[in-house]
């Protein structure tokens, strides 16, 4: 198992506002490797994390530390709304098929070229940080039609389930839901400290379609679609 490591409330420092609704010369969003895949096995959300979890950051390590930022695993409400900006395609309206792709094969929220070119144009302002995952939160968010008028920004929303310091493979049973229909939406979040510095380097979320109509042995993830913050 990796190691991780804990970073307690009086010693966090911010990365700064997450993303909103940015226009078309905002910088794209950060790159990172977290969760490596997710799939459904007897209806239960399987969650694989990352053999060599990283994220890309203008964090400079001298920077103060900002107060109001909230401990390790509690998570705070974020606005709805996709946020635009070009690559904004997708979750809930289509694009799905055209989407570019993350290292791990996930649909990039926001992502694309012009992505890579920012990244080439301020390699002298970027960090590559080694980082642990503290919390893993699990949220689920509606139906697709929901998704379509209501989708939430990158971060950090008000988690069904949080799991302190998780182990390689999570899973999580959708079928003990109350709800009755348990197909649509799931944000999965990773809130990722770093391994070598000590900064907390808030939310990396992805958000997973599930439906139950595609296959009789019960459910499957439909859309992977990684939404990060951006750099």
């Given at each position: ?191 990722v400290v770093g391994s070598k510095v000590n900064h907390n380097f808030r939310w990396e979320c992805y958000d997973l379609e599930v ?21």
């Amino acid at each position: 198992m990796r190691r991780r490591q804990f970073l307690h409330a009086s010693g966090l420092a911010a990365l700064g506002a997450l993303a909103g609704c940015l226009g078309s010369n905002s910088p794209p969003p950060r790159k990172s490797s977290v969760v490596s895949d997710f799939q459904m096995s007897d209806g239960k959300l399987v969650i694989d994390l990352a053999d060599d979890t990283w994220v890309m950051s203008r964090y400079q390590e001298n920077e103060q530390s900002l107060s109001g930022v909230s401990p390790i695993g509690v998570a705070s409400a974020k606005g709805k709304g996709g946020g635009g900006g070009r690559g904004a395609t997708g979750r809930g309206s289509g694009g799905y098929s055209s989407a570019p792709r993350t290292v791990h094969g996930h649909a990039w929220y926001h992502g694309g070229d012009y992505a890579d070119d920012w990244y080439e144009d301020h390699r002298d302002e970027v960090d590559r940080y080694k980082v642990g995952i503290a919390a893993l939160g699990i949220a689920y968010l509606g139906s697709t039609e929901q998704m379509k008028d209501d989708a939430p920004d990158a971060g950090p929303v008000p988690w069904d389930k949080t799991i302190q310091d998780p182990g390689d493979t999570v899973t999580y049973d959708i079928t003990n839901r109350s709800e009755f229909r348990r197909d649509g939406w799931y944000r999965i979040g990773a809130n990722v400290v770093g391994s070598k510095v000590n900064h907390n380097f808030r939310w990396e979320c992805y958000d997973l379609e599930v439906d139950s109509s595609v296959t009789d042995q019960g459910f499957e993830v439909d859309e992977q679609w990684k939404v990060s913050p951006r750099i």
